[in-house]
């Protein structure tokens, strides 16, 4: 039902920023949770950020990312984006965009559907 594309991975020297987007085809965002995830060489995936479909007041943040990645949607695009800022090398990490019709599934770490992942590598 569906497909999640993303994009806006890449290396980048500590202290600096990135954006990743993730566009949805197949179906809209509009009543969906979404999110992003992370999971680093040797370490398990993780929850960083999540938002609910009703807007921007219903956000999870995982505490090693806030005050520095914002999560945001844009329903008319049917984009979810994260933006990450004064990046550090903890951060480097296969990132994946998820969506579940359920806020549950999100924060659970079991969403319905995945993006294929797009890497992020921060330099010191």
């Known amino acids: 039902q569906v497909q999640l594309v993303e994009s806006g991975g890449g290396l980048v020297q500590a202290g600096g920023s990135l954006r990743l987007s993730c566009a949805a085809s197949?179906?809209?965002?509009?009543?969906?949770?979404t999110g992003w995830f992370r999971q680093a060489p040797g370490k398990e995936r993780e929850l960083v950020a999540a938002?609910?479909?009703?807007?921007?007041?219903?956000?999870y943040y995982a505490d090693s990312v806030k005050g520095r990645f914002t999560i945001s949607r844009d329903n008319a695009k049917n984009t979810q984006y994260l933006q990450m800022n004064s990046l550090k090398t903890e951060d480097t990490a296969l990132y994946y965009c998820?969506?579940?019709?359920?806020?549950?599934?999100?924060?659970?770490?079991?969403?319905?559907?995945w993006g294929q992942g797009t890497q992020v590598t921060v330099s010191s």
């Open positions: 998820a969506a579940a019709l359920s806020w549950r599934t999100v924060v659970n770490g079991t969403p319905n559907y």
């Open positions: 197949g179906r809209t965002f509009s009543n969906y949770a």
């Open positions: 938002i609910n479909w009703s807007g921007g007041d219903a956000t």
